[in-house]
């Protein structure tokens, strides 16, 4: 599914979580009926990506801006149990699809709401989406939620963690943000062409 590894228990809750999805999309248009058939690819395995790229501290604080069905935020939740993951998005209906497949999933580590971001209160190490928003709309909306550490080393990676597609060169300049990094997908995962123009976009949150 990744290039990490991933232990017996956390590839049943993946199951478990693509099957929670499918019958949830059932009742509420969470995925497109498209996506749905590759769901393991184009959602788990997508918000995976992030790990590929960042392994999140112990007791950091994540949250996940238009989670949406719960993508990122419920995958990298299942495979960093010991990080906390705060899901948001303005649609109550999702938030509380949400809720319930947390609970059946049983994962201690994350918490939902129904909020835009740029109304949260709370401080956090990183943050991440998916297909949200314009980078520069999109900063604009959590760089005040994020959370400045005083180790160097942590501070450097600290961020916005953003899943993208497509040629961002003119979106990355006209969002004026420094620093941006973009790790493509494709070379990561070259057997699968979903991934060929995808990538992860790091924001520092030293701006």
Not at 114 to 122: H, V
Request: glycine fraction near 8%; charged fraction near 25%.
């Amino acid at each position: 599914m990744s290039s990490f590894h991933i232990s017996r228990s956390s590839l049943e809750k993946y199951a478990h979580l693509a099957a929670l999805l499918r019958e949830w999309n059932q009742k509420i248009n969470l995925i497109s009926r498209q996506d749905m058939e590759e769901l393991e690819t184009r959602h788990i395995r997508h918000s995976l990506a992030i790990a590929d790229v960042l392994m999140f501290e112990s007791g950091a604080r994540v949250l996940d801006v238009g989670t949406g069905g719960g993508l990122p935020g419920l995958p990298l939740a299942i495979r960093f149990p010991e990080v906390e993951f705060h899901l948001v998005d303005s649609v109550g209906k999702k938030i509380r699809v949400v809720e319930a497949i947390v609970q059946e999933l049983g994962l201690v580590n994350v918490t939902a709401e129904q909020a835009r971001a740029e109304t949260l209160a709370g401080r956090y190490e990183y943050v991440v989406s998916r297909a949200v928003a314009p980078l520069g709309e999109l900063w604009g909306w959590v760089s005040g939620r994020l959370a400045r550490s005083r180790d160097p080393d942590v501070v450097a990676r600290q961020g916005l963690y953003c899943l993208k597609g497509g040629d961002l060169t003119a979106e990355i300049a006209q969002s004026r943000l420094r620093g941006v990094q973009v790790t493509p997908l494709g070379v990561r995962y070259p057997e699968e062409a979903f991934f060929a123009t995808k990538a992860v976009v790091f924001v520092p949150v030293k701006q």
